[in-house]
């Protein structure tokens, strides 16, 4: 696996790391391919039941490799085109496979998060900030069209006329902008980030991780069906979510009045 990406597990939580801190972890073909891989196995493993995306040296993500870019230009364009597709479409299963897993996906960001960086915290379940970190679309500003998600979950966030704005007219836009635009939850201060971020991640791998998956899943689905097809669907989630572990636990936990002890199970 490259170096230009990470992944450590510890109790419970999966923390995946862009390093390439040399160009505030732009996004190469390497960590395409380590962000598919890494989140396959995040999802499939019962042990995991949170997963973490942050940037290394202080930065989230600086967007598209630019050298990169440039490198390529001297190919023929079909070649060209075969190849810049078999990267964005790395990219874009493994943000299907995020959106999928049965449980809760965090982005920490601090310092740049620009172009890809912007999208991938759209892609997030939750999102927690530096209080220095900035956003930007930059992605007209070489020419380019949006990707890695962002035209689908930035208009259901922020709205469409604000989303085409920042599309149209690249501006960056500052921790408590992105949190009033709803693309982020939390902003803490950038020295209080990684304890922050810790802290949500342990109450999120604790919690009720069947519930977890189960509401994510809901709240995907309400984006594109009907209200009749969402009771049911609503109905069949809590019904399996009745006859877990955890719930049986949480009723006990609540007339025992103490804090339930969660197994994710």
């Known amino acids: 696996m490259s170096e230009h990406i990470l992944m450590d597990v510890q109790d419970n939580i999966a923390t995946i790391t862009f390093n390439r801190p040399e160009s505030r972890n732009a996004l190469s073909q390497e960590m395409r391919e380590g962000l598919m891989d890494f989140t396959a196995q995040a999802?499939?493993?019962?042990?995991?039941?949170?997963?973490?995306?942050?940037?290394?040296?202080?930065?989230?993500?600086?967007?598209?490799?630019?050298?990169?870019?440039?490198?390529?230009?001297?190919?023929?364009?079909?070649?060209?085109?075969?190849?810049?597709?078999?990267?964005?479409?790395?990219?874009?299963?493994?943000?299907?496979?995020?959106?999928?897993?049965?449980?809760?996906?965090?982005?920490?960001?601090?310092?740049?998060?620009?172009?890809?960086?912007?999208?991938?915290?759209?892609?997030?379940?939750?999102?927690?900030?530096?209080?220095?970190?900035?956003?930007?679309?930059?992605?007209?500003?070489?020419?380019?069209?949006?990707?890695?998600?962002?035209?689908?979950?930035?208009?259901?966030?922020?709205?469409?006329?604000?989303?085409?704005?920042?599309?149209?007219?690249?501006?960056?836009?500052?921790?408590e902008t992105a949190l009033n635009y709803g693309l982020i939850n939390r902003v803490v201060p950038a020295a209080e980030l990684e304890a922050e971020t810790d802290k949500l991640a342990q109450r999120l791998a604790n919690g009720p991780t069947v519930a977890y998956g189960h509401a994510k899943a809901l709240l995907e689905s309400s984006l594109n069906t009907s209200l009749e097809t969402q009771l049911e669907l609503e109905g069949h989630a809590i019904a399996e979510c009745m006859v877990t572990e955890d719930h049986a636990e949480g009723v006990t936990a609540f007339l025992e009045k103490r804090s339930p002890q969660f197994k994710g199970r």
């Open 43 to 175: 999802g499939l493993d019962p042990k995991i039941r949170c997963v973490v995306l942050r940037g290394a040296a202080g930065n989230f993500m600086a967007g598209g490799d630019i050298k990169g870019f440039q490198a390529r230009q001297s190919l023929p364009p079909e070649e060209r085109k075969a190849l810049i597709l078999k990267g964005i479409h790395g990219l874009h299963f493994a943000i299907y496979r995020m959106r999928q897993m049965p449980k809760p996906v965090l982005a920490s960001v601090a310092g740049a998060a620009a172009g890809a960086g912007v999208s991938l915290v759209a892609a997030c379940d939750l999102a927690i900030a530096a209080d220095d970190s900035f956003f930007i679309l930059a992605y007209a500003n070489i020419g380019l069209s949006p990707d890695a998600s962002s035209t689908y979950f930035l208009p259901r966030i922020m709205g469409m006329k604000r989303v085409a704005e920042l599309t149209f007219l690249p501006e960056r836009f500052d921790a």
